[in-house]
């Protein structure tokens, strides 16, 4: 199982940037995806998720109505629109592959990792 994440950078508060997994190595239409990050100092937390089977998404509160998550099956790649940034979405991003939303809803219980992006919200 791989996870390539990519489409971190620098924006101005109220901008946006679209965060980019790319899955390979097992079967994506079994497998649920999830964006958490961390900043710094902090516990990495939940900020969506996606099932690879249907359109079934959650977010943080945090994240509700300013990020979009969304899927291309086809490319076997996971999308986090995100926009509105604020300073406090500052982190690096990882994306999470699980076989349930429930190992991609919790750090504690996702079973596979992606490498990080960072973005940056400042002025």
């Known amino acids: 199982v791989q996870l390539q994440a990519s489409g971190g950078g620098s924006v101005q508060p109220g901008g946006s940037l679209r965060l980019s997994c790319v899955a390979s190595?097992?079967?994506?239409?079994?497998?649920?995806i999830g964006w958490f990050r961390q900043a710094p100092g902090k516990e990495r937390e939940f900020v969506a998720r996606?099932?690879?089977?249907?359109?079934?998404?959650y977010y943080a509160d945090s994240v509700s109505g300013r990020f979009i998550i969304s899927r291309d099956n086809a490319k076997s790649t996971v999308y986090l629109q995100m926009n509105s940034l604020k300073p406090e979405d500052t982190a690096v991003y990882y994306c999470?592959?699980?076989?349930?939303?429930?190992?991609?809803?919790?750090?504690?219980?996702?079973?596979?990792w992606g490498q990080g992006t960072l973005v940056t919200v400042s002025s």
């Open positions: 190595g097992f079967n994506t239409g079994h497998y649920a």
């Open positions: 999470a592959a699980g076989s349930n939303i429930v190992e991609v809803s919790y750090a504690s219980r996702v079973r596979y």
């Open positions: 996606i099932k690879w089977s249907g359109d079934s998404t």
